[in-house]
């Protein structure tokens, strides 16, 4: 039985050309990663910015609301400042007289952490009932 010896060389014209294709590789999959993050950092911060402009709405919403409970027990409430509601606040303001003619008028102005929203509500008494007759957002 022969044993045959093999001769391997290796040609100076590709010695490095591995290592110089696995650097572009690797050049190019961080350039992906760091890319894919930067995406999914900007979505999450957008996000956030949806949520909190959301909450702002539901805290301007719940101003109204309050408004409309304090009309039923006052009906010469006029509004407040700064009413706390959850993490957020609301100026109310009412005008108006509650008649068809003169509906109340009433402006919830709520912010959160620098998002605001504002809603006006017009309601009116109709047989002694407090019924909103429409409610819109102002921009």
């Known amino acids: 039985m022969r044993i045959s010896k093999f001769n391997f060389q ?9 290592l110089i294709m696995l650097l572009v590789f690797s050049i190019i999959a961080v350039t992906i990663t760091t890319a894919s993050v930067a995406i999914v ?6 996000g956030d910015r949806l ?8 805290i301007a919403k719940s101003g109204i ?16 400042n700064d009413l706390l509601i959850g993490d957020g606040s609301t100026d109310i303001v009412v ?3 509650g008649t068809l003619v003169d509906p109340y008028i009433i402006i ?7 998002y605001k929203k504002k809603i006006e509500t017009k309601a009116t008494y109709v047989n002694d009932i407090l019924k909103v007759v429409s409610e819109r957002e102002i921009y």
Not at 41 to 46: G, L, T
Request: glycine residues 12%; without cysteine.
């Open 65 to 80: 609301e309050n408004a409309l409970i304090r009309i039923l027990r006052d009906p010469n409430y006029s509004g407040e």
């Open 41 to 46: 950092i900007e979505n999450s911060k957008s």
């Open 108 to 114: 919830s102005d709520a912010s959160l952490d620098g």
């Open 95 to 97: 005008s108006g007289a």
């Open 10 to 18: 290796i040609s100076n014209h590709f010695s490095g050309q591995a």
């Open 51 to 58: 949520n909190q402009g959301v909450m702002a709405g539901q």
